[in-house]
């Protein structure tokens, strides 16, 4: 599986984007998704995932509410609805792909196999 993930830039506070993950592959639909974030000097943190299906997506409490995953195993493509977005929200955003076949969406990076290049996210005050 390749990803291609892009659609970040800069935002005021209070902003919006979506972020899109593209994917290669036929199996795409048996592949957990998830989202993680890399702020400077920092770990690559989860932000949420996504099963295969669809019917489920799990997020890390700090976006709760405001971030909304989803995706179209038609179209192979992955999104990440970021809303309400706070400074501390500025980091280099990846997705990730684990499988084929996932059982549950992982919550650690080294857990997934498949990456995307990133894709920065500027939140201003």
């Known amino acids: 599986v390749q990803l291609q993930a892009y659609g970040g830039g800069l935002v005021q506070a209070g902003g919006s984007l979506r972020l899109s993950c593209a994917a290669s592959?036929?199996?795409?639909?048996?592949?957990?998704m998830g989202w993680f974030r890399q702020a400077p000097g920092k770990e690559r943190d989860f932000v949420g995932g996504?099963?295969?299906?669809?019917?489920?997506?799990y997020y890390t409490d700090s976006v709760k509410g405001r971030f909304t995953i989803s995706r179209d195993n038609v179209k192979n493509m992955v999104y990440l609805q970021m809303n309400s977005l706070k400074p501390g929200d500025t980091a280099v955003y990846y997705c990730?792909?684990?499988?084929?076949?996932?059982?549950?969406?992982?919550?650690?990076?080294?857990?997934?196999?498949?990456w995307g290049q990133g894709t920065q996210v500027t939140v201003s005050s």
């Open positions: 990730a792909a684990d499988g084929p076949f996932a059982v549950r969406v992982p919550n650690t990076p080294r857990e997934y196999r498949y």
């Open positions: 996504i099963t295969g299906s669809g019917s489920n997506t």
């Open positions: 592959g036929r199996t795409f639909a048996t592949y957990a």
